[in-house]
């Protein structure tokens, strides 16, 4: 026995959960990011867990980690000097990509600056047809040729990214093989290693996002691993994956597309976790940080999953948890535009400076600091001691905005405050469109550092009745990494009709990936325990352009059951779009494969029950709906099962704030949620 570790490293603060597996006891701790300096903050962290909670390195027996150095190098285009090999005639996928506008609504969009612009893109002849049989052989000459034009243009690295891979991937092997052989210096990545899928541009900017920070990436964790060792950690460190899952440190340097959504999904599997607890089927998550909020969709206490996520600018076409991402935040800038027009982000004071109520130098208003000015933070310590609250520079700051607008200091905050709200809202009504939801049916599952601070603003805009706050909501995800599974997807393109004659070709295909499943699992994540396997194949009535992922029976596959698999499909298209046409030829375009390891969990005791009624620890004076009224602190770790309290009130605790206004009542229930709900 020993202690479980999860780390989650965000914009602000880099957070910490500490599982002690004798006592049953869950540590937190927050410390301040070093985005100039990765990984330190996790050094920091673990010498200030040993000397809060006596856990030395050497006794963490469980380690994950999950981390924005990929999307942060791809939105601040800090990656590698890239190239692309394409196949003649197609120099152009990237540029091209799927002749979409940005903004529909603006005539004057752009599509991005591709990561590999035009002239880092060299021609290979050759060419694979879409059967896999070659149609024209590769011509060497021209390899050696485009590597190099790779030197000419200073390129580090090399994507190869050729015509129907995915089907037959000779051609892009060999051109890895001469370019390994020719300049080993240079980083190489064919898109059928990085993901194999049908249709080229999607393969293509999945494979250029994966090779821009894979260096970067591989580096990072390679110092991470050299770090840990120095600091006698003998746990292997696990990464948090796009998918919700969890992978060695050592996988993840080559296979950093899996992991570029990381701190985003495990957030999302501790708030599954948080519903499933709390006997809410339906949520949505809110995850709230210093510099942006993302939203998830819960169902039946399950995330969402999808294909097409974007990584900054760009889509990335791997299987990740659907998290719509807000650049709204506790510490998101408040500013007027030349028209006077008050504006609240996307630009955030990050960890350095800060806000200013930090007293690290920032001097820009920021939402954390018009709470300050409200009154609602301040009278209680913040993120373990790390900062103190000036409230004197959070007024000056917000008065600084005041001025421009004319309005009192406390007016100004109280309207900071709306119109970060007002981005949020309008952000997940998008959402809830899309996904043809109804909020008002669903609980708000609110974490991060800031999200209990806005949750219920946000429930108000939104009609929402209830928010439950998790016990340590300030790090769910650092939590959501210690519970993940270890998971992986795998692909097979086949394109197929739906028949008996295609059957055994189907089980076939299953077959092999369920070998390469198994061998990931057991060799390269060296997990032992029982594996679950999920099968599902994306299929489309002939003659639809996209597919539907379809979830298929393991019986049905073995027994080439060609019409159960059918039925599925059919079942499925019914679901989504209220109609099926049971005659119509069906193709199956891509077998899907995720296999499941599920490793010890935490178990949680339950919280003691409560004697009496919760007492306040002070009352303070707090500024909301145009007024300053009275609103009581709790503190959390006073709170018992069975606690009850009503708005206006705060929630102190050493990883957030929780705020519950006025027409809100508070209830704790046995597993120490917060649940907050509309007064009748």
């Known amino acids: 026995m020993g202690c479980r570790v999860g780390v989650d490293i965000g914009g602000t603060f880099t957070d910490f959960c500490v599982f002690d597996e004798d006592s049953g006891a869950l540590h937190t701790l927050k410390v301040l990011s070093t985005p100039d300096r990765p990984g330190e903050e996790v050094l920091a962290g673990l010498r200030e867990i040993e000397r809060r909670h006596g856990v030395k390195p050497s006794e963490i027996t469980y380690f994950t980690h999950g981390t924005t150095v990929g999307v942060n190098t791809v939105i601040q285009r800090q990656g590698i000097n ?23 609504y603006d005539l004057f969009s752009r599509r991005p600056v591709p990561l590999v612009t035009r002239e880092k893109v060299f021609s290979i002849p050759g060419r694979m047809l879409f059967d896999g049989t070659e149609d024209a052989p590769l011509d060497e000459d021209a390899v050696h040729a485009a590597i190099q034009g790779v030197r000419g243009v200073g390129g580090e690295g090399i994507v190869v990214s050729l015509l129907h ?38 393969r293509t900017v999945t494979a250029v996002v994966a090779g821009y920070v894979q260096p970067r990436v591989a580096h990072y964790l390679g110092s991470l691993q050299t770090a840990l060792a120095a600091a006698e950690v003998g746990a292997e460190a696990m990464i948090t994956k796009s998918n919700g899952g969890v992978m060695t440190a050592e996988a993840g340097k080559t296979r950093c597309a899996q992991m570029l959504l990381s701190g985003t999904a495990s957030g999302v599997i501790g708030a599954c976790q948080v519903a499933r607890m709390a006997n809410v089927a339906d949520a949505l998550s809110l995850d709230v940080g210093g510099t942006s909020a993302d939203v998830a969709v819960v169902r039946a206490g399950e995330p969402q999953y999808g294909v097409g ?19 709204e935040g506790g510490g998101s800038i408040a500013w007027v535009d030349p028209h006077g027009v008050l504006k609240v982000g996307p630009e955030s004071a990050g960890s350095n400076p800060g806000p200013a109520c ?14 300050v000015v409200s009154g609602f933070l301040g009278a209680m310590g913040l993120a373990y001691g790390e900062v103190s609250m000036r409230t004197d520079l959070a007024r000056e700051a917000i008065g600084a905005v005041a001025d421009q607008i004319s309005m009192s200091v406390e007016d100004t905050a109280e309207a900071i405050i709306k119109v970060g709200v007002s981005g949020m809202y309008l952000e997940v009504s998008k959402l809830v469109s899309r996904y043809g939801i109804d909020p008002r049916e669903m609980s708000l599952v609110a974490f991060g550092g800031a999200g209990p601070m806005l949750a219920c603003h946000v429930a108000g805009d939104l009609n929402m009745r209830r928010i439950v706050v998790p016990p340590t909501p300030g790090v769910l995800s650092a939590f959501g990494g210690l519970i993940a599974d270890i998971k992986n997807d795998f692909i097979q393109t086949v394109y197929l009709d739906l028949e008996a004659a295609t059957a055994a070709a189907i089980g076939k295909g299953f077959a092999t990936l369920r070998d390469e499943a198994m061998q990931w699992l057991r060799q390269e994540q060296n997990f032992a325990g029982e594996a679950t396997l999920l099968y599902s194949a994306d299929m489309r009535y002939r003659g639809q352009s996209f597919e539907i992922d379809t979830l298929l029976g393991s019986d049905d596959i073995e027994a080439g059951d060609v019409a159960a698999l059918a039925a599925a499909f059919h079942q499925e298209h019914e679901r989504l779009y209220e ?24 178990e949680l005791p339950p919280l003691a029950a409560a004697d009496g009624e919760p007492e306040p620890i002070q009352t303070i004076e707090v500024y909301a709906q145009g007024a300053w009224q009275g609103a009581a602190i709790y503190r959390r770790d006073d709170l018992r099962a069975g606690h009850r309290f009503e708005g206006p009130a705060v929630v102190a605790q050493d990883d957030c704030t929780t705020i519950v206004l006025d027409g809100f009542r508070a209830e704790v229930d046995g597993h120490g949620n917060l649940i907050l709900e509309v007064e009748d």
Request: aromatic share 8%.
């Open 82 to 104: 890239l190239c692309l090999f394409a196949t003649e005639n197609f120099e152009d996928v990237l540029e091209v990509a799927r002749l979409k506008m940005p903004d529909p």
């Open 165 to 202: 891979a995915y089907r037959n991937p000779a051609h892009e092997a060999r051109v890895v093989e001469i370019v390994e052989g020719e300049a080993p210096d240079l980083f190489v990545v064919s898109s059928h290693q990085v993901w194999p899928i049908i249709r080229e541009y999607e």
């Open 309 to 327: 996520e974007m990584i900054g600018e760009f889509p990335i076409h791997i299987p990740t948890v659907s998290v719509t991402s807000i650049g």
């Open 358 to 371: 930090y007293g690290q130098g920032g001097t820009r208003a920021t939402i954390t600091d018009a709470f």
């Open 579 to 602: 109609h099926a046409d049971v005659e119509a030829p069906i193709q199956v375009i891509n077998l899907r494969l995720v296999i499941v390891g599920v490793p010890p969990k935490p």
